[in-house]
C-alpha cells in the first residue's frame, strides 16, 4: 500500500529538472480537464520539453490555467500559438469535433501535433488529416494520436503473452462512474463528436486491433444505449459491439460512461485455441494440449494499478477415444509499471515505476521530434484504421458516423 501510494504521488508531483536549451516549446489549444494529465505534468520531468503557452475560448479560463500550472504565455487565440515562431510542437486536447482542422492547421504551420484521441471524428477525416503532403516532405512535422496507454510496459508486457494468430476470443470492457459524465457534457454532444465509442471505446477497440495484429473484417453487431430525450439521441453512453478478425477470432469490446460509483478498472481477457504441446514422456497414444487465457485489469491508466494473469489448462488424453487422463492450471500474474520490470527485450527500455503512461509517450514523441529511435510508435496508418472500426461500429449501430468537418 505504501509503495502504491508513493507511486502514484510521485505520478502526479514529478520531480521538476533543468531544461535544456533546446527543449521543445509547447503551446496549448484549449484549457482542457484532460491537459494537465495528458502533457502539464509529464512535461516536468523531462528535460526536453517547456510548456509555454496556452489559449482558450475564454481568455479568463486561459489566464486561470496559465497561472495554476505554471504556464509563460497566454495567447488570444488558437492561431496566436500557431503563428508563434517560438512554439515548436502543440497539443491538442479540443472537442472531437475540432481536432481535424486544428490538426490541419497545426501541420501546415510546420508544427509537431500531438493530438488527443480519437485523432478526428471518422475515417474520411482521418485519411485527410493523415494523408497531408506537408507529413510526406523533408523534415515534416511529426504527428502522433496520443492512445498513451499503448506506450505503457504492462501492455507491451501483456501482448507478449499472446500469439495473435491462435486468439478465438477476446473481451474487453471500460468505464467512467457516472458522477463524472452529466448529461451535458461534450462527451453527449453529437456535433461535437461525442459518443462512448469516441470518447472511452476507442481504447478497447484499439486494444482489439492490437491483441489481434489485424483489422476487423465485420461489425457484427453493435448495440447502443441513449438518454432518447430528443437531444441525445445520436450519441451513445453504453455500447456492446462484437466484431469478427480474419483469423476467425470473435473481439467483444463494451464500454459505459454512466458506470456505478464502485470503480471497475478495464479488462481484456484473451482465449486462445487449443494447441497441442509436444511431450516426449508421453506414450504414442496419447497428447498434450493447451489452451491459453491472458488477461490484463487496469489497461488504461495502469500506474495505479494493473495485474497481468496468464493461465495455462492443460490435458492429456487419450487419441483414440479423447477421454482425457489428466488435467491442471498452471497459473501466474505479473506486473510492469517500468521496462524493467517487464524484463526481458524490454529490460533497457527507459522509464521509472511513477511514470505515467503520458509520460512514457512524451519520451518517445520527444525522441521522434529530435530523429532518435523510438522504442514504439503510432503510425499514421494505424490511426486511419482505427477510424476506419469506430465507424464500421457507428454504422452497425444506426447512429450513424460523427459529423465530418467542413474545413479544408
Given at each position: 500500500?505504501?509503495?502504491?501510494?508513493?507511486?502514484?504521488?510521485?505520478?502526479?508531483?514529478?520531480?521538476?529538472?533543468?531544461?535544456?536549451?533546446?527543449?521543445?516549446?509547447?503551446?496549448?489549444?484549449?484549457?482542457?480537464?484532460?491537459?494537465?494529465?495528458?502533457?502539464?505534468?509529464?512535461?516536468?520531468?523531462?528535460?526536453?520539453?517547456?510548456?509555454?503557452?496556452?489559449?482558450?475560448?475564454?481568455?479568463?479560463?486561459?489566464?486561470?490555467?496559465?497561472?495554476?500550472?505554471?504556464?509563460?504565455?497566454?495567447?488570444?487565440?488558437?492561431?496566436?500559438?500557431?503563428?508563434?515562431?517560438?512554439?515548436?510542437?502543440?497539443?491538442?486536447?479540443?472537442?472531437?469535433?475540432?481536432?481535424?482542422?486544428?490538426?490541419?492547421?497545426?501541420?501546415?504551420?510546420?508544427?509537431?501535433?500531438?493530438?488527443?484521441?480519437?485523432?478526428?471524428?471518422?475515417?474520411?477525416?482521418?485519411?485527410?488529416?493523415?494523408?497531408?503532403?506537408?507529413?510526406?516532405?523533408?523534415?515534416?512535422?511529426?504527428?502522433?494520436e496520443a492512445f498513451h496507454n499503448r506506450f505503457y510496459p504492462a501492455v507491451h508486457l501483456f501482448r507478449s503473452f499472446i500469439n495473435p494468430s491462435e486468439v478465438v476470443h477476446?473481451?474487453?470492457?471500460?468505464?467512467?462512474?457516472?458522477?463524472?459524465?452529466?448529461?451535458?457534457?461534450i462527451e453527449f454532444n453529437y456535433s461535437l463528436s461525442g459518443g462512448s465509442m469516441m470518447m472511452?471505446?476507442?481504447?478497447?477497440?484499439?486494444?482489439?486491433?492490437?491483441?489481434?495484429?489485424?483489422?476487423?473484417?465485420?461489425?457484427?453487431?453493435?448495440?447502443?444505449?441513449?438518454?432518447?430525450?430528443?437531444?441525445?439521441?445520436?450519441?451513445?453512453?453504453?455500447?456492446?459491439?462484437?466484431?469478427?478478425?480474419?483469423?476467425?477470432?470473435?473481439?467483444?469490446?463494451?464500454?459505459?460512461?454512466?458506470?456505478?460509483?464502485?470503480?471497475?478498472?478495464?479488462?481484456?481477457?484473451?482465449?486462445?485455441?487449443?494447441?497441442?504441446?509436444?511431450?516426449?514422456?508421453?506414450?504414442?497414444?496419447?497428447?498434450?494440449?493447451?489452451?491459453?487465457?491472458?488477461?490484463?485489469?487496469?489497461?488504461?491508466?495502469?500506474?495505479?494499478?494493473?495485474?497481468?494473469?496468464?493461465?495455462?489448462?492443460?490435458?492429456?488424453?487419450?487419441?483414440?477415444?479423447?477421454?482425457?487422463?489428466?488435467?491442471?492450471?498452471?497459473?501466474?500474474?505479473?506486473?510492469?509499471?517500468?521496462?524493467?520490470?517487464?524484463?526481458?527485450?524490454?529490460?533497457?527500455?527507459?522509464?521509472?515505476?511513477?511514470?505515467?503512461?503520458?509520460?512514457?509517450?512524451?519520451?518517445?514523441?520527444?525522441?521522434?521530434?529530435?530523429?532518435?529511435?523510438?522504442?514504439?510508435?503510432?503510425?499514421?496508418?494505424?490511426?486511419?484504421?482505427?477510424?476506419?472500426?469506430?465507424?464500421?461500429?457507428?454504422?452497425?449501430?444506426?447512429?450513424?458516423?460523427?459529423?465530418?468537418?467542413?474545413?479544408?
Open positions: 500500500m505504501i509503495s502504491l501510494i508513493k507511486r502514484i504521488y510521485t505520478a502526479l508531483n514529478p520531480p521538476a529538472v533543468e531544461k535544456k536549451s533546446d527543449a521543445i516549446r509547447f503551446g496549448i489549444l484549449g484549457a482542457a480537464k484532460i491537459a494537465p494529465m495528458a502533457l502539464v505534468t509529464p512535461a516536468k520531468s523531462h528535460p526536453e520539453v517547456i510548456v509555454q503557452a496556452i489559449s482558450a475560448r475564454d481568455r479568463a479560463r486561459a489566464e486561470e490555467f496559465a497561472k495554476k500550472h505554471g504556464i509563460p504565455d497566454v495567447r488570444d487565440s488558437y492561431q496566436d500559438i500557431l503563428d508563434d515562431p517560438n512554439i515548436d510542437a502543440i497539443f491538442i486536447p479540443l472537442p472531437n469535433s475540432l481536432h481535424f482542422e486544428w490538426a490541419v492547421r497545426a501541420i501546415r504551420a510546420g508544427k509537431h501535433v500531438l493530438l488527443e484521441k480519437p485523432s478526428v471524428s471518422n475515417s474520411k477525416e482521418a485519411e485527410i488529416l493523415f494523408s497531408l503532403p506537408e507529413l510526406s516532405q523533408p523534415n515534416a512535422p511529426v504527428l502522433l477476446v473481451h474487453t470492457d471500460s468505464m467512467i462512474p457516472s458522477l463524472l459524465t452529466a448529461k451535458g457534457n472511452v471505446g476507442t481504447y478497447n477497440f484499439a486494444i482489439l486491433r492490437l491483441i489481434f495484429a489485424d483489422e476487423p473484417e465485420e461489425c457484427l453487431s453493435c448495440e447502443t444505449t441513449i438518454f432518447g430525450d430528443g437531444i441525445h439521441d445520436k450519441c451513445d453512453y453504453h455500447f456492446e459491439a462484437r466484431f469478427r478478425f480474419p483469423n476467425g477470432g470473435i473481439g467483444e469490446a463494451t464500454t459505459t460512461m454512466r458506470g456505478p460509483i464502485l470503480w471497475k478498472p478495464s479488462e481484456a481477457r484473451v482465449t486462445h485455441k487449443e494447441v497441442e504441446i509436444q511431450d516426449k514422456t508421453l506414450s504414442a497414444s496419447q497428447e498434450k494440449l493447451m489452451t491459453r487465457e491472458v488477461t490484463i485489469h487496469g489497461f488504461l491508466q495502469s500506474v495505479i494499478w494493473h495485474r497481468i494473469d496468464v493461465r495455462d489448462c492443460y490435458v492429456i488424453r487419450n487419441k483414440t477415444d479423447r477421454q482425457p487422463v489428466k488435467k491442471w492450471i498452471e497459473s501466474k500474474s505479473y506486473k510492469a509499471y517500468s521496462f524493467k520490470e517487464a524484463g526481458g527485450d524490454f529490460a533497457d527500455f527507459p522509464g521509472e515505476g511513477w511514470w505515467m503512461s503520458y509520460r512514457y509517450q512524451l519520451e518517445e514523441f520527444v525522441n521522434r521530434v529530435k530523429g532518435r529511435r523510438t522504442q514504439y510508435w503510432i503510425s499514421r496508418e494505424d490511426s486511419i484504421k482505427q477510424m476506419k472500426m469506430i465507424d464500421m461500429a457507428y454504422e452497425k449501430s444506426g447512429l450513424g458516423l460523427r459529423p465530418t468537418s467542413s474545413f479544408r
